[in-house]
């Protein structure tokens, strides 16, 4: 193998600055952040739901445009537009419509259990009192 000394020593050369800058770690810029480029834009998710047909309506239905409802919520401060979004986050869906379902249903159900356990009763007391001891007739001797 005869290859040119000047040729060897440029590979080797290379080769040595590649694998030790392969090593390195990246190069990072950091800096301080703002709150408002930190947290997503709640005053922007707020005024993405008020641009909703429901909403609209709901807000038209007491006596409040849309467009006015906007311009509210741009002028309010950053702490009300968070506890705004807040109360968003936190409020029931459906207007507390399953609350009534399950209100209801507790309502019933003890009162469908007292009825059937009354008519077992009778109906056992009635059996008792005949003199039988199961629920099949009678069979005269």
Do not use: W
């Not at 641009?51 to 741009?74: M, W, Y």
């Not at 159900?109 to 056992?124: D, E, F, Q, Y």
């Not at 059996?127 to 629920?135: M, P």
């Amino acid at each position: 193998m005869n290859t040119n000394p000047k040729l060897r020593l440029l590979v080797a050369r290379v080769l040595i600055a590649t694998t030790t800058s392969a090593c390195l770690p990246p190069h990072a810029h950091a800096g301080l952040i703002s709150t408002e480029a930190a947290i997503p834009g709640n005053r922007d998710r707020i005024l993405v739901l008020l641009d909703r047909a429901d909403i609209s309506a709901q807000l038209e239905a007491r006596g409040v445009s849309p467009s006015d409802a906007k311009a509210r919520i741009a002028a309010l401060s950053d702490a009300e537009v968070a506890q705004l979004s807040a109360a968003i986050d936190n409020a029931p869906a459906g207007a507390r419509g399953e609350l009534l379902f399950y209100g209801v249903l507790l309502l019933l159900l003890p009162l469908i259990a007292i009825a059937l356990v009354a008519k077992g009763v009778l109906h056992v007391g009635k059996a008792i009192a005949e003199g039988r001891t199961s629920d099949a007739p009678a069979i005269a001797p």
